[in-house]
């Protein structure tokens, strides 16, 4: 199948709950044709926060609706920024970033990155999911998705590292 031969529903696209976000599965790297482009729609709940973390993907979020503050921590030096309605964020390669939605409605935005952020986001819900059921305990879970992120190229703050930049986790 060649990528302009497809036409995706994406209202008809499962929503993947993980917590206080959740993901929708839009284009596949596979459907996409390009190992380094994928597409994703993404609901991140009022007072819902994204752990800090890094990956060799490139992301760019565009605010289909509601608004956000991003961090990223550009050579040592990490800021707040709010990232509104109709503007694009750009996450470069390896740059340490999170995501808080300090508002009490749901934003909603456009993701587009490689194929090893969408591998690991399809892996970590598949797992998630089946550790839920399973009732396993949450630091077996966490210590899981740490290392499927250190597979996929990618790095997961510690809880103090989030504590330092304003997010906490329950």
């Avoid at 993404?42 to 800090?52: A, D, K, R």
Wanted: aromatic share 8%; proline share 3%; net charge negative.
């Amino acid at each position: 199948m060649k990528p302009q031969d497809v036409v995706v529903d994406t209202n008809a696209v499962t929503m993947q709950e993980t917590g206080h976000s959740g993901i929708q599965f839009l284009a596949s790297p596979e459907l996409t044709g390009s190992r380094s482009l994928a597409f994703l729609r993404g609901t991140v709940e009022g007072g819902g926060n994204i752990h800090l973390h890094a990956h060799a993907d490139t992301e760019c979020f565009y605010i289909l609706e509601g608004e956000m503050e991003m961090y990223q921590d550009l050579g040592g030096k990490g800021a707040w920024q709010k990232v509104r309605q109709g503007e694009l964020a750009l996450i470069g390669s390896n740059v340490k970033h999170a995501w808080r939605n300090s508002s009490s409605l749901p934003c909603v935005c456009l993701i587009i990155t490689g194929g090893d952020v969408f591998r690991y986001l399809l892996e970590v819900i598949e797992y998630r999911k089946n550790a839920l059921q399973q009732g396993t305990p949450r630091q077996a879970m966490l210590k899981k998705i740490k290392d499927l992120a250190t597979e996929t190229h990618g790095w997961f703050a510690t809880p103090e590292e989030n504590a330092a930049i304003g997010l906490k986790f329950g």
